[in-house]
């Protein structure tokens, strides 16, 4: 076992929040700008047809948007002729089951009896009446529609494009491609697999060249699995794109991202601390979506817990109540490489969580999980390992509670205040461990001790866990008002006397005494926690100010108590009682 | 459907084959020898009828296939219903009140099922979701060839009374549910069955044939007829995940057409 820190630098790594910024930076959406109308086509019926704005193009389509009755008989007799012409085909009739009454003909453009890409006319009708026809043609053009190049030959040219393990998933298919900034071509197109790939493209139906591709994968949600820090298989809410699976939530309503630094410390900085932007390549990834980073996998699932803990309890949409996104930054610094680096990256980028509002790009606010230290050494002071930091979803539950703050009462983080603030994700962080865990001791266990799954007793004498809701005195903070620590170190201990309003709530659910005032508690009973939860979200979210005292926070979630379960409820007695046992008027 | 289309015609190929092989033709002098102390009957007998087959047996099948990281699980209960058909049979009598015949008939039915998924949730191991719902208008295609021993007992000059049994041989084309479509939202408790994706699946067996037929000839060659057959055979489908099914093909069927004899 080996020894890594000084003492200075253990109180700093205790410190679950030490990047606590208050200030927000307000999103703004994107906002969707229409394409200007432009005039109609001139040889095109005169219902309501439009060629888009492409100054460049050779040949303008022709759109098609009919929805009244005049438009719609104009359009009908457009679209009927066509079809006794063969310029128009059926490609499909669908009934939508919503509206069982309507068929839906899906009409294919040719010319000279080749398909023309993507031109197409969809035609609403209700017992053989047009409801609304849709359209994308192309206007009148001109091209040699019979190619030089054999259909073998285009095939053979397609899969020498993918490669030697180059397969065709699509029969290869003449058609002509209309192209906003070229004359229309004749092409044969087919989808090519290869190359870790899979792209339609389009060859010139004369020479054979390479005119485009597209991809053919289109990014989906999937559910990936990993394994976490202890061991335990959990599920991932990914992104499934070209190939890969990356770390963006697509299932929950806000953007929820984690990222992988890749142990580069410079670049973790420059996003923390300088607002680098991210990338997608900066996102955490699995090539087959069985993840097998624990740091990523704690990290990605917990925050999704925890959104969803405060969705379901509370109704509530995440950071701001808005969905603000989530940014999740994972693996600064790796396990091995923790003992190389200095006491100030040691204590803030290996030994810690934090919050920080103002961090990290636009709009904001980023989540930080370190990687902690190898297994064979312990923190100075504490006597303790430091494991993943994601692996304990109460951390993961109370840094996201520090963004819940921050954009709802952001309470000031010093002093008593300061002290609530601490309390209130201590809190919130225990309520999630025993929304998702079963009671008990030990890892994945929910309890009243904080980060007790990675942070774990390796000398004689030292305890797991960084805090204690029950005994607040086992871990050096105090229990009671009277015990109030006024040192103006630790922003006026805010770590240290959260430890007052943390045990109110646990004697609020628990009931019992208090140590010191040894006054007796009727707690609500575990299970009628959701209750206290209830009370004190309200009150901490909704009703304390900035500045708040231990005074005010009683008062509040008095209030809250009555508010929701009326006046001399269960909940009102057991909050009452737990803040006067702690020693709060 | 094509690859029934195609084993109809080789086997309508085989039939007129039969018919008209050194072996028919052995039988037919045979008949011919033994015809002339009764009603002619004639030596070769042929049936071109429209069908019904009455539901079929119910069945049930179990699929299981990777959703969110788990295993999914739809059990489908499929009732049969009965429909239409067609079917054609030949014979040849070896003598005036024993033949050997080879029949066809196709049934074109379909199912319904009903669906009771289990679909598990995106964030969360063991919690899945329950959703019900019914697939309908399941495609059954059957095709059978019969190999009959044929009793034929004339009735005066016009009607002829036919029984009949034998071994048959069954090509069952079904659709199977090999998945659900459903709509979900966050967070995800609940899931609300949307459609059933379904398979084709066919396989081939052998089965029994047992029936009869009244005949009522207008003149010496043609005339008309009804008749009541059972077939039966148990074929063992490939469940879309690989698994077996068991699906009971044929059923109760009654025919009515044309009857002509030579």
């Known amino acids: ?585 | 459907m094509m690859a029934i289309m195609r084993r109809a015609h080789i086997i309508t190929a085989a039939i007129v084959l039969v018919s008209s092989s050194p072996v028919a033709a052995q039988v037919v002098s045979a008949a011919t020898t033994s015809s002339g102390a009764g009603p002619a009957i004639g030596r070769v007998h042929l049936s071109i009828n429209g069908m019904f087959q009455t539901a079929g047996s119910d069945f049930q099948d179990s699929v299981t296939y990777r959703e969110n990281a788990e295993d999914a699980r739809v059990d489908s209960e499929y009732s049969m219903k009965s429909g239409p058909g067609f079917d054609i049979s030949g014979a040849v009598l070896l003598s005036r009140h024993l033949g050997i015949g080879a029949g066809l008939t196709r049934f074109s039915g379909s199912s319904t099922a009903a669906i009771t998924g289990s679909i598990p949730h995106p964030f969360f191991f063991n919690q899945p979701r329950t959703v019900n719902g019914e697939a309908g208008d399941l495609k059954r295609e059957e095709l059978a060839v019969h190999i009959q021993v044929r009793g034929v007992f004339p009735v005066g000059q016009r009607v002829l009374v036919t029984i009949f049994g034998g071994p048959s041989f069954f090509t069952v084309e079904q659709a199977l549910v090999s998945s659900v479509r459903y709509t979900e939202s966050y967070p995800y408790d609940d899931a609300v069955f949307d459609s059933a994706v379904t398979e084709d699946v066919e396989d081939s067996t052998v089965g029994v044939n047992i029936g009869g037929d009244l005949g009522y000839f207008f003149s010496r060659q043609v005339g008309v007829g009804v008749g009541a057959q059972y077939t039966r055979a148990n074929v063992d489908l490939e469940s879309p995940d690989g698994g077996t099914v068991e699906v009971k093909a044929g059923g109760f069927q009654i025919v009515g057409g044309l009857r002509l004899r030579f």
Request: aromatic share 8%; proline share 5%; net charge negative.
């Open chain 1, 1 to 585: 076992m080996k020894v890594i820190v000084t003492s200075a630098a253990v109180t700093a790594a205790l410190l679950l929040s030490l990047e606590h910024g208050l200030a927000q930076r307000s999103s703004s959406p994107r906002t969707a700008t229409p394409r200007t109308a432009t005039p109609r086509d001139t040889s095109a019926p005169a219902g309501r047809a439009q060629r888009p704005r492409t100054p460049s193009a050779r040949v303008a389509a022709l759109r098609i948007t009919a929805t009244n009755s005049a438009d719609l008989r104009t359009w009908d007799s457009y679209v009927t002729q066509r079809l006794g012409t063969g310029e128009l085909r059926a490609r499909s009739v669908d009934r939508d089951p919503a509206m069982p009454q309507r068929t839906v003909e899906r009409l294919q453009a040719y010319h000279h009896g080749v398909p023309v890409w993507g031109s197409e006319v969809v035609r609403d009708s209700q017992a053989g009446v047009p409801v609304a026809i849709f359209g994308e043609m192309a206007a009148d053009f001109a091209i040699e529609t019979q190619p030089r190049l054999t259909l073998g030959e285009a095939e053979r040219r397609l899969l020498a494009l993918g490669g030697a393990d180059a397969t065709l998933l699509k029969a290869v298919e003449l058609t002509i491609v209309r192209h906003e900034t070229r004359e229309p071509f004749l092409a044969y197109t087919g989808v090519v697999s290869g190359h870790g790939e899979v792209n339609r493209v389009f060859l010139d139906a004369n020479d054979g060249s390479e005119l485009m591709r597209y991809t053919e994968i289109q990014t989906q949600a999937a559910t990936g699995s990993g394994r976490g820090v202890l061991g335990d298989t959990k599920k991932l809410s990914v992104l499934q794109q070209a190939g890969a699976f990356l770390a963006d939530d697509r299932r929950r309503p806000p953007v929820l991202t984690t990222y992988d630094f890749r142990a580069d410390l410079t670049r973790a900085i420059a996003v923390v601390d300088n607002g680098a932007p991210l990338f997608t390549s900066d996102l955490a990834t699995d090539a087959d979506n069985n993840w097998t980073d624990p740091a990523v996998v704690d990290a990605h699932a917990h925050i999704g817990w925890t959104y969803d803990y405060y969705f379901r309890r509370f109704g509530r949409h995440g950071l701001d109540d808005r969905d603000r996104p989530i940014v999740v930054l994972t693996n600064a610094v790796t396990q091995q490489g923790a003992p190389a680096v200095s006491g100030s990256v040691l204590s803030r980028w290996v030994i810690n969580a934090f919050w920080c509002g103002a961090c990290g790009p636009s709009p904001g606010g980023v989540l930080f999980f370190a990687n902690g230290i190898p297994p064979t050494f312990f923190v100075v002071g504490s006597g303790r390992n430091y494991s993943y930091f994601a692996g304990a979803l109460d951390i993961v539950a109370h840094e996201l509670t520090h963004g819940v703050t921050d954009s709802s009462s952001r309470l000031i983080y010093q002093n008593e205040s300061g002290a609530l603030n601490e309390a209130f994700s201590d809190i919130m962080a225990t309520s999630v461990e025993f929304f998702y865990q079963q009671p008990g001791t030990g890892p994945a266990r929910a309890d009243y001790l904080l980060g007790e799954d990675i942070s774990r007793a390796v000398l004689p004498g030292s305890r797991d866990g960084d805090r204690s809701m029950e005994n607040p005195a086992l871990y050096g903070q105090p229990d009671h008002y009277t015990r109030l620590v006024t040192d103006p170190a630790d922003n006026g201990g805010v770590h240290i006397n959260s430890g007052i309003a943390n045990h109110a709530f646990y004697l609020a659910i628990e009931g019992g005494s208090n140590r010191t005032s040894g006054l007796a508690v009727q707690g609500v009973g575990a299970a009628n926690r959701a209750q206290i939860e209830r009370v004190f979200y309200r009150a901490f979210v909704f009703l304390m100010p900035a500045a708040s005292t231990f005074s005010t926070a009683r008062a509040a979630t008095i209030q809250a108590a009555r508010d929701l379960y009326g006046v001399d409820s269960a909940p009102e007695r057991a909050v009452t009682q737990a803040w006067t046992a702690v020693g709060v008027q």
